[in-house]
């Protein structure tokens, strides 16, 4: 089943860590993970992907604050959120698609499949 599945999401405070988990089962050799968010009245922008040669690719926004990992043998695609912001907050989606990830982390057109969400919430 490749429909992703979304947990993690909470309230924190300002500076504090969240970690998001996606199950997800890959069905191609190759492919593409992502995670997405969308804030209120916001368009929805690209937040990390990993394909299935590891390579991660992250948005300027979080970079060096959010790591994002595939565990292949669990099938679980992660989000580990550090320092976060409080524009950080918004709903996360985990996405698949059956090619390997492009070059923009923004580029969500070929994503074959979606989860419904999490919400991640942050206060000062």
């Known amino acids: 089943q490749v429909q992703p599945v979304e947990s993690g999401g909470g309230s924190v405070q300002s500076g504090g860590s969240l970690r998001l988990s996606c199950a997800v089962s890959?069905?191609?050799?190759?492919?593409?993970l992502g995670w997405f968010r969308q804030a209120p009245g916001k368009e929805r922008e690209g937040v990390a992907t990993?394909?299935?040669?590891?390579?991660?690719r992250y948005a300027e926004s979080v970079k060096g604050r959010f790591t994002v990992a595939h565990d292949d043998a669990k099938n679980t695609l992660s989000l580990q959120m550090n320092s976060l912001k409080i524009e950080d907050t918004a709903m996360y989606f985990c996405?698949?698609?059956?090619?390997?990830?492009?070059?923009?982390?923004?580029?969500?057109?070929?994503?074959?499949?979606w989860g419904q969400g999490t919400q991640v919430a942050v206060s000062s």
């Open positions: 890959v069905t191609t050799k190759r492919y593409c």
């Open positions: 996405a698949a698609a059956r090619r390997r990830c492009g070059l923009y982390v923004s580029t969500d057109y070929y994503f074959d499949y």
């Open positions: 990993i394909d299935d040669i590891g390579t991660p």
